[in-house]
């Protein structure tokens, strides 16, 4: 029963709640039952709470007998990538140098869903700090592919993806700095959507780089996301970057097609290093979405071939300076044997970061310094200017832009680590977004020969998501990926 | 060359903390002197995941400090944060103002010795300040403690040009200063709590020259008179420098309060890279006209325009002008009770003399006054008509300010009232005069020094009551004067 049940959608499973053809503590069950199957391979969890899960699954059961759900969503129960701030739960951020902190607050997306009467099932691996695309910069373990346990799941919300993909989990948050929720979700057959700058809350999300920060859901189906995205799409007053727009309704007109979208096609996403397979199950993709009546326009992104460094200049200047309170005083893990207040921070933190983190911290540090700022901060910042005006133009003649989500499909663990510029490629299609604080969405398109998932990306305008969800669903429809069983 | 062939250039950097009940970026109190840690919470602390959102009042304080001080308040400023690593700094930055401050180019006029001077204020931004490190004796050994109720709390920093070139126009521009900020209503003007503080960059160059010379960095000049003794140790220290063919380097000084002389914290070479950029949590801070204008409308009279107000309209000197005006409350009280009195003189005398005499005493603030400007202007009127003497009429505002009870209650249960009635006072006189027979012929032989002894003798029987005046007019009526 454990795997039919964990097999659900969300809203499936929301429907089956209603009806009362199952109980959310059933629900939990089968998904701790699974975690507990599957998880030893897959090693998504880094803490699985489930007494909490448990205790939250019985309120919500005691909620549906009453009437009286909070949510569409009550008594689902997801996990959460461990960079949002749970209270009483600890939080470590995949490092070693936050070990045995546990908050005194919950972020506001996790007090949405507790909110909206989810069980929250644990935390969830991630790179270090959400810095790297394979999980690998985890000072913990790597988290495996379920689709091939030999191969990475992306970074750095790869422990959100493969928890979703190996069924562990119905849905799950991440974050995508530059493309930290559609890459891994490219890389495992599952939906992630990184929402346009300041639609969901970055309070207590502990930061990577500021400005290019986003919570977003990630879930099996287009129809679970839109749920999802709409439980923590909202206005906070405690992040002044936080938009003051309304919650959108992404699920009416979900299934409206696409019948009459112009959507732009950018040639420099469509460049030399790309995977065959990859560029080959795009191209059909792009006929099928034609055939459901969307035109396909030819665009130009010129500058996107400055993206990569641009993004690598100002998210490791912002790293540099948000990493700083991580200094041994007042929280986390602090250095035993140092002896005055400099050995203090240089040994608290020398111990406690990893190799990643440490390097973009210098990179960040580097790129601040008297001297060298305004070759390189300031010169990003104008390059950010062009590449945003690059999106302007082209939503001034398209819809929506596709691309891949990722040049290549999941690569084997311990291939790139040691070749960071390599590892920084994956991420070269999906970083111009949060250069420009776009929505972006990664939806299955398609398997390789050898049963890799292979991604593919839209883009919108400003607080377009609900139509790019539309355009997914459409593509989603045609095919049902997701009922596809995974190997793991 | 000797120290008087040099001139001194000082410009001061001044921190002003805002009177906001909370802190800039979070809603936790700034109430001094609370139990460390107290007032902090997880945004203050620099907890993982937190996110500043800006107290409006702060803004509201700065364009008012700004407009006072006629500056330019810019529509659109920018956050940054200053980075650096320290146990009392909690995000390992500050959140600060930068390049794009919020407000620019203003003056305040200071008096001199010769003359009227205006000052160039350079700009005027906003700040978080830090928390306080404890090397405390109660800690254990090598143990150091960090108290963070501090952390957060609004600054606004006013830096002025170098324009001052004394050690007394750097004190004159900082108490005027002190002065607008306290009547604006948004500090204190404390400096024993570290509300109101200053930097001072001096240099000294050859007189005559008009290029600056090395400038340091004087801090912890938390009184009036450090300030002055600070800025003439330093500017002699560094003519020494010049004067033994040495080069003044560029550097932070600390002045030593024990021992009056400033020494080097810390110099060019350590000094911090703080790697500025703009913070990313905070969009643009942006002043609408709409605030600039209710702020522009709602300023004070300030201290200057209110003393030379309080010359031509009340006729005062300008002495009694500048102590009256030197604080709003006093100056406001003060106008109050000259609406109750013909002579604005000899009200100031009563405010400058048994007034503040009994504030001082009593430690009365004079918000706590208990009695009304009503009741003082019925004070001075019964001196004026005599019917209290002067000396009397101190003690009756003595149980005024203890009580608020009615000048006239007072005098009629004291029994303070003068006689000024004719013939009661001609008896005492020829009474006086009869039993005195003796010395009446010695002064109307020439002995006018007996006159005095007259006079006493009258008081006396009256119990001291008797209308001086009146008692002068019939004694040199009967003597035949
Ligand atoms: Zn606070």
Redo the contacts with the bound molecule.
């Keep these: 029963m454990s795997s039919t049940l964990t097999d659900l959608s969300m809203l499936e499973l929301g429907a089956k709640l209603a009806a009362r053809e199952v109980s959310s503590v059933e629900a939990t069950r089968a998904s701790l039952a699974r975690i507990a199957q599957v998880d030893p391979k897959v090693r998504a969890f880094l803490r699985v709470d489930e007494a909490g899960a448990l205790k939250a699954a019985e309120a919500s059961d005691a909620r549906r007998q009453a009437g009286s759900p909070l949510s569409a969503l009550d008594g689902v129960p997801v996990g959460l990538k461990d960079i949002f701030l749970t209270e009483g739960l600890e939080t470590t951020c995949g490092s070693r140098l936050l070990e045995g902190f546990v908050p005194p607050y919950d972020a506001t997306v996790v007090r949405l869903l507790k909110e909206a009467g989810l069980p929250l099932l644990g935390k969830l691996n991630m790179d270090e700090f959400a810095m790297g695309s394979s999980n690998e910069s985890s000072a913990y373990f790597p988290t495996h592919n379920p689709w091939d346990l030999t191969r990475t799941p992306g970074g750095s919300s790869g422990g959100s993806a493969a928890a979703v993909a190996a069924r562990e989990v119905f849905g799950a948050l991440g974050t995508d700095t530059g493309g930290s929720i559609r890459q891994p979700a490219g890389f495992t057959n599952t939906v992630g959507l990184k929402p346009t700058y300041g639609r969901v809350s970055r309070y207590g999300v502990i930061a990577y780089a500021s400005s290019l920060d986003q919570p977003g859901p990630m879930a099996r189906t287009v129809g679970d996301t839109a749920a999802l995205f709409q439980l923590i799409a909202r206005h906070d007053p405690l992040d002044s970057t936080s938009a003051d727009v309304e919650t959108p309704d992404c699920l009416t007109g979900l299934e409206d097609g696409v019948r009459g979208l112009r959507l732009g096609v950018p040639r420099e996403y469509f460049s030399d290093g790309m995977d065959p397979e990859v560029a080959g199950t795009l191209r059909a993709s792009l006929e099928e979405l034609e055939k459901l009546g969307a035109t396909l326009v030819d665009i130009s992104l010129p500058h996107t071939k400055y993206a990569l460094a641009t993004y690598y200049l100002l998210a490791s200047s912002e790293a540099s300076s948000n990493l700083a309170r991580y200094d041994g005083i007042r929280y986390g893990q602090r250095a035993k044997d140092a002896r005055g207040l400099k050995e203090l921070y240089t040994q608290t933190r020398g111990q406690g970061f990893g190799a990643e983190v440490k390097l973009r911290i210098m990179l960040g540090t580097y790129a601040l310094s008297a001297g060298y700022y305004d070759a390189y901060y300031l010169r990003a910042q104008k390059v950010r200017t062009l590449i945003r005006e690059d999106f302007t133009r082209a939503f001034g003649q398209v819809d929506a832009i596709v691309s891949p989500t990722s040049p290549v499909p999941a690569f084997k663990l311990g291939d790139k680590v040691g070749d960071p510029l390599s590892m920084y490629l994956m991420d070269v299609y999906t970083l111009p977004c949060n250069l420009a604080g776009l929505p972006g969405l990664s939806v299955p398109c398609g398997f390789t020969q050898g049963g890799l998932p292979v991604g593919m990306q839209l883009l919108g305008r400003p607080f377009d998501e609900a139509r790019l969800l539309r355009i997914a669903r459409a593509f989603e429809r045609e095919h049902d990926f997701f009922r596809r069983a995974v190997p793991v | 060359m000797p120290l008087s062939d040099f001139q001194t250039v000082i410009g001061l950097e001044v921190h002003a903390q805002l009177l906001t009940q909370s ?1 800039i970026f ?3 109190s700034t109430a001094f002197g609370a139990e460390p840690n107290h ?7 620099g907890m993982p995941g937190v996110l500043p959102v800006l107290n409006q009042r702060v803004v509201e304080y700065a364009v008012r400090a700004g407009l006072a001080l006629g500056c330019s308040v810019k529509p659109t400023s920018v956050w940054s944060r200053k980075n650096y690593f320290y146990p009392d700094l909690p995000k390992g930055y500050q959140i600060t103002q930068y390049d794009q401050p919020i407000c620019e180019w203003g003056e305040l006029v200071i008096d001199t010795p010769s003359g009227e001077k205006t000052v160039r204020v350079r700009r005027i931004h906003l700040e978080e300040d830090a928390g306080k490190s404890v090397h405390d004796a109660s800690a254990s050994a090598g143990q150091s403690l960090v108290d963070l109720n501090r952390a ?1 709390v609004p600054l606004m920093e006013i830096v002025s040009e170098p324009d001052l070139r004394d050690a007394d126009e750097a004190v004159e521009y900082l108490k005027a200063l002190r002065d607008v900020l306290v009547y604006l209503g948004v500090n204190d003007g404390n400096l024993e709590e570290g509300s109101f503080r200053c930097d001072a960059n001096v240099s000294v160059m050859p007189k005559g020259s008009t290029t600056y010379g090395q400038r340091c960095e004087l801090k912890n000049l938390n009184s009036f008179r450090f300030l002055k003794q600070a800025i003439e140790y330093e500017a002699a220290r560094q003519v020494d420098v010049l004067e033994s063919g040495g080069k003044v380097q560029q550097e932070t000084r600390l002045w030593d309060v024990n021992k009056g002389v400033t020494r080097s914290m810390r110099s060019k070479e350590d000094a911090h890279d703080y790697r500025y950029f703009p913070e990313p949590d905070l969009p643009p801070l942006r002043v609408s006209d709409a605030l600039r204008d209710s702020q522009r409308q709602s300023l004070p009279e300030l201290p200057r325009a209110k003393r030379t107000r309080f010359i031509s309209e009340y006729g005062l000197p300008a002495y009694d002008a500048r102590i009256l005006t030197a604080e709003r409350p006093l100056a406001d009280f003060f106008e109050a009770c000259a609406a109750h009195v013909s002579d604005a003189k000899k009200l100031s005398n009563w405010f400058l003399g048994e007034l503040s005499r009994l504030l001082k005493e009593e430690g009365t603030p004079l918000s706590a006054l208990r009695f009304t400007p009503a009741q003082l202007g019925e004070l001075l009127a019964t001196v004026e008509k005599g019917t209290v003497s002067a000396n009397a009429a101190k003690d009756v505002l003595g149980e005024m300010f203890r009580t608020g009870r009615a000048p006239a209650d007072i005098i009629a249960e004291k029994g303070l009232a003068q006689v000024s009635d004719v013939g009661a006072v001609e008896a005492v006189v020829d009474d006086i005069l009869a039993k005195n027979a003796g010395e009446v012929e010695k002064y109307k032989a020439g002995k006018k020094s007996v006159y005095g002894f007259f006079v006493g003798q009258v008081m006396k029987a009256m119990k001291g009551k008797g209308n001086p005046g009146l008692v002068n007019e019939l004694l040199k009526k009967k003597l035949g004067d």
């Design positions: 802190k979070c809603g936790c007032h902090t919470c997880p945004v203050c602390l957060g």
